[in-house]
């Protein structure tokens, strides 16, 4: 890799196993359920995940909107932090395509809702001029935090909650197993208390193609019509489940790699005069860190003089933040290079 990409954990290529594994795979169509390779995946995301059932999706978008779609009617509500990528990040798909209201919870700075607003934010089903709530919807890590991994006892607790109402959950869980890897437990322990999660094989596991969504059997099957009319019915997809065996077999503990190296960046980072970062708030893969006092440097010119002059991809989050990502393509030389970029691009005052 020539550039040095820490824009997000989906620009990296997949491995050499990967290509070697997707150039031998054997296919079938898909549709017609006849993909071996893909039956194979969706089987062992299920099983890993204690859940009956997988389903090979296009994105993690579109794995959520299935999810979404399966869950609730048009008019329905679902409840979900304000910060989350569902809302934020999703183009609205929920309720341009669901119908669904979004009813929006702020999180704390680990990104989680508080469970006694979550209790409130329930619709009462008697009074005629409400929607019904429908769905709970939560996220791990929680990336609008930084990438914040959340333990098991959170969803606990969100469920006794959704139980007393009849809610369903659903978990964004992109980057479910940097969660698992951060907090040392088993994905499965992290989605015990879901209806259905959908987890991102292109991300930190750098396939280059895919996510899929687990639950009941009868959900995923209902689940693959709604992938269907969206467009999502893939032929011989088992090209691209080859890469995601790989993602699945053999990318999942190494993501503690990225996460030392996360730790790294912001550490270093601190040392930097003009950047505010708090390490010791990294505890996956994403390092946010702020400009301050830095001679009047925008985060953008920032940005683009990376990009530049050298060579090296970052951006900006909202409302203020720099966003450093961490993944298989970038380690302890690359993190040094990003830091040694962003402490001259400072001393040197911009250059406007
Ligand atoms: C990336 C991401 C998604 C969406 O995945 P795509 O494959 O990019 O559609 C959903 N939720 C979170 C938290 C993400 O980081």
Request: glycine content about 20%.
């Given at each position: 890799m020539d550039r040095i990409d820490f824009r997000s954990d989906t620009v990296g290529w997949p491995t050499p196993e990967m290509r070697e594994a997707m150039a031998t795979a054997r296919v079938g169509d898909d549709v017609y359920g006849e993909d071996p390779t893909v039956n194979e995946l969706e089987a062992l995301a299920a099983e890993m995940l204690g859940k009956e059932a997988g389903l090979f999706v296009t994105s993690g978008t579109q794995g959520n909107l299935v999810a979404l779609l399966g869950h609730a009617r048009r008019g329905d509500e679902a409840i979900l932090g304000y910060e989350s990528h569902i809302f934020q990040?999703?183009?609205g798909g929920m309720a341009s395509i669901g119908g669904i209201l979004p009813h929006t919870l702020p999180t704390d700075a680990m990104g989680r809702m508080d469970p006694a607003a979550v209790d409130a934010a329930v619709r009462d089903t008697t009074d005629h001029h409400y929607g019904h709530s429908r769905l709970l919807l939560v996220e791990n890590t929680f990336g609008g935090r930084g990438g914040v991994p959340l333990p098991a006892e959170y969803f606990s607790a969100l469920r006794r909650i959704a139980d007393k109402h009849s809610l369903a959950m659903h978990m964004d869980g992109a980057r479910l197993f940097n969660a698992a890897v951060a907090l040392g437990v088993e994905a499965r322990e992290l989605v015990a208390d879901v209806d259905t999660v959908t987890f991102c094989l292109?991300?930190?596991?750098?396939?280059p193609v895919g996510s899929i969504l687990c639950g009941p059997t009868e959900f995923i099957e209902e689940a693959r019509r709604t992938r269907k009319s969206l467009g999502g019915g893939m032929r011989q997809a088992g090209i691209l489940a080859a890469a995601g065996l790989v993602a699945m077999n053999s990318m999942i503990d190494r993501l503690a790699d990225d996460h030392a190296h996360a730790r790294l960046l912001a550490q270093q980072l601190a040392e930097i005069d003009g950047v505010n970062v708090k390490p010791k708030t990294v505890q996956t893969n994403i390092v946010f860190f702020e400009l301050e006092?830095?001679?009047?440097?925008?985060r953008e010119r920032l940005c683009a003089r990376l990009d530049k002059e050298y060579e090296i991809g970052l951006d900006t989050y909202p409302p203020n933040f720099l966003r450093a990502v961490t993944h298989y393509w970038v380690g302890e030389k690359e993190v040094g290079a990003l830091v040694e970029a962003v402490a001259e691009i400072i001393r040197t005052g911009g250059g406007e």
């Open positions: 990040w999703e183009v292109s991300k930190g596991l750098c396939a006092g830095s001679k009047g440097i925008s």
